[in-house]
């Protein structure tokens, strides 16, 4: 089986940089998503780490190192509109399809 | 394109009724996906379907029961409804291939009273 643990909750204040960790137990392992969910919303895709080191896109950047089955999202120049839920998700490798397992989420609060 | 559609958006049920959520997706994916989310919690896999004509049991499968009508259709049946099954529902739709995103669809938000 799957298991993620992340941070229940982030507080930090506009412009500030905020890291999200993410420490996984899996089977198999094929790589690391991140999904942002404002309340009341839909998730929405925001990275995915198969190798070892860090992709950035934009103020976002995630971090994978396989070696330690951790992984985290960076979030740079906080702005209000980051307030959400982020979750880390891995894939099940035993199962077909793109089946994924996803972490309880860290609610992020933007502060002005 | 629509993305994927979720009918419907909010339904109330008395304990014991039953119900059929729907989803479709045109982004011709293989694979489709019916999840739970519970207040402050994370997503949880009901049931998915790998490709056309497959479905496999996910973390919580218990109570539902889904079917795949075809490539673009993936419905969740409740046969019974109980209060514990109040949650907001997720479908989803992804290529069959690791590292593809998962697209969600509005989500429906269910009260069994």
């Known amino acids: 089986g799957q298991s993620l643990e992340q941070p229940s909750e982030v507080t930090a204040v506009e412009g500030a940089i905020v890291q999200i960790n993410c420490t996984y137990q899996t089977s198999g392992f094929y790589g690391l998503s991140w999904y942002q969910q404002h309340d009341g919303g839909a998730p929405t895709f925001l990275s995915y780490n198969a190798l070892d080191g860090l992709e950035e896109t934009g103020r976002f950047s995630s971090f994978l190192s396989r070696s330690d089955s951790y992984g985290y999202l960076l979030l740079q120049e906080l702005q209000m509109k980051d307030s959400a839920s982020y979750f880390c998700?891995?894939?099940?490798?035993?199962?077909?399809?793109?089946?994924?397992?996803f972490g309880g989420g860290t609610r992020v609060l933007v502060k002005p | 394109n629509a993305g994927v559609t979720q009918t419907p958006k909010f339904q109330v049920l008395k304990t014991g009724q039953s119900m059929t959520l729907q989803c479709a997706q045109d982004?011709?994916?293989?694979?489709m996906y019916w999840y739970r989310q519970d207040p402050g919690m994370g997503l949880r896999l009901i049931y998915y379907?790998?490709?056309?004509?497959?479905?496999d049991k996910g973390e919580v499968p218990n109570g539902y029961n889904v079917s795949r009508l075809n490539k673009r259709e993936f419905s969740l049946r409740l046969e019974s409804a109980a209060p514990s099954q109040t949650s907001v529902y997720f479908c989803?739709?992804?290529?069959?291939?690791?590292?593809?995103?998962?697209?969600f669809g509005p989500g429906t938000r269910l009260t069994v009273l």
């Open positions: 998700a891995v894939r099940d490798q035993e199962a077909a399809g793109n089946k994924l397992t």
């Open positions: 982004m011709n994916h293989n694979s």
């Open positions: 379907s790998a490709s056309e004509g497959t479905t």
């Open positions: 989803a739709s992804s290529e069959a291939l690791p590292g593809f995103e998962q697209f």
